[in-house]
C-alpha cells in the first residue's frame, strides 16, 4: 500500500490473545503482498502487514460492504506518503491472523486504491506490538512469534540485531542505509512496494534522476489521492543491516512525508523491492531488527 503513518495515539487497542502465526504471503494483484486476515469473524480477507504504518487501517470499499460501524462522528488526520487527509474512522471488535488476535480496535479508512489491488486493509505497528514478526520473502512466508520468545532461537548464527531509530511522533522504525558511499536514514516499511529516496538523498548519493537512465514511474496517489509521478531508475550499490546490493533500482521522489518527517534532510523508504530479497525478523517494540539471508535463496 502506499506507505504512511497513521496518526499516532488515536488507534484504541482494549486486549489481544496470543498464539504463533505462520501464514503465506498471497499476491494482491498490485505488487503488494497480502496475509489472510479475519474480521470479526468473517474472511479471510488480505491485509498488508504493514511496518510502515503506526495503526490499522481499513479501505472505504471494505468498510461499507462489510458494514462496518463508524467510531465517532468526526474525522481524524491521516497522513499518507503524498500528504495528510481527513478521513473517518470505523470499529472493529475482533482481528485475528492465524490465531493472534487485537481487539476492539479503531480503525482509519482509507480511499479506494487507484490501481488493480484487492487488498483491504492494513495491520500495523498495533498488530506487531508484543511479538517478534519474521518476514521471509523468498520463502512467501510471515511467521507471528508472540512473546515472550528467545529471539536467537529465530534469528540463528548469533548474529546482532540493527538497533532502529524512531521516525519522531510516529511508531516507525529507522535504519542507516548506505547509497553509493552516502549515508541517509531510512524508514522500514514493509508497505511500500518500491524503495523511494528523496531528491536530497539522490543529490548526496551521486544519482541524477533527470538522466535517460531514468523514466516517468506508475503515479504514487497515497492517503490523500494526490497523484505524484516518480523517477524510475538504478542508485548504485545500496548497503544496510550488514547486506549490500549492487546495481540496485530505485524511486527518486519528493515524498511530503519525508519532508515533513525529517526537515529536508536525505531520506527514504526502504521498501520490499529491496528488503524482499532477504528474511527480515522485525522487533518493533524492542526496536531491533535483522537482515538474514533466507532459506529460500533471492539475496544478489
Not at 494482491?28 to 503506526?54: K, N, Q, R, W
Not at 553509493?180 to 541524477?208: C, Q, W, Y
Request: hydrophobic share 40%.
Amino acid at each position: 500500500m502506499s506507505t504512511a503513518k497513521w496518526a499516532a495515539g488515536l488507534l484504541i487497542v482494549m486486549g489481544s490473545t496470543c498464539a504463533n502465526a505462520a501464514v503465506n504471503l498471497t499476491p494482491a494483484g498490485d505488487g503488494h503482498d497480502t496475509v489472510p486476515v479475519y474480521v470479526d469473524g468473517h474472511g479471510p480477507y488480505p491485509f498488508i502487514l504493514d511496518s510502515g504504518a503506526d495503526g490499522t487501517a481499513v479501505y472505504q470499499w471494505f468498510a461499507a460492504r462489510e458494514r462496518l460501524a463508524r467510531a465517532g462522528a468526526n474525522p481524524q488526520e491521516l497522513s499518507g506518503q503524498t500528504g495528510a487527509t481527513q478521513v473517518m474512522m470505523y470499529g472493529v471488535n475482533d482481528l485475528a491472523l492465524d490465531g493472534r488476535h487485537l481487539r476492539h480496535v479503531t480503525a482509519f479508512a482509507l480511499p479506494n486504491r487507484h490501481d488493480a489491488g484487492n487488498e483491504a486493509g492494513v495491520l500495523g505497528n498495533d498488530f506487531m506490538d508484543g511479538t517478534l514478526v519474521v518476514y521471509d520473502f523468498p520463502c512467501h512466508r510471515v511467521t507471528v512469534h508472540v512473546k515472550p520468545v528467545d529471539p536467537a532461537a529465530i534469528v540463528r548464527g548469533g548474529a546482532p540485531p540493527i538497533r532502529a531509530g524512531i521516525d519522531k511522533g510516529t511508531t516507525l522504525l529507522t535504519l542507516p542505509v548506505t547509497v553509493n558511499g552516502f549515508t541517509g536514514v531510512a524508514v522500514l516499511d514493509t508497505g511500500s512496494r518500491e524503495t523511494r529516496l528523496t531528491p536530497a538523498f539522490a543529490r548526496a548519493a551521486g544519482i541524477d534522476a533527470s538522466s535517460a537512465e531514468f523514466h516517468d514511474g506508475e503515479p504514487i496517489y497515497g492517503a490523500n489521492s494526490r497523484r505524484m509521478i516518480p523517477r524510475n531508475g538504478p542508485i548504485g550499490t545500496v548497503r544496510f543491516g550488514g547486506v549490500a546490493i549492487h546495481g540496485a533500482q530505485a524511486q527518486v521522489i519528493d515524498l511530503p512525508v519525508l519532508e515533513e518527517d525529517f526537515g529536508g534532510k536525505p531520506a527514504m523508504l526502504l521498501g520490499t523491492d529491496l528488503l524482499g530479497r532477504y528474511r527480515v525478523i522485525y522487533d518493533h517494540e524492542a526496536r531491533n531488527v535483522w537482515i538474514r539471508s533466507s532459506t529460500c535463496a533471492a539475496a544478489p
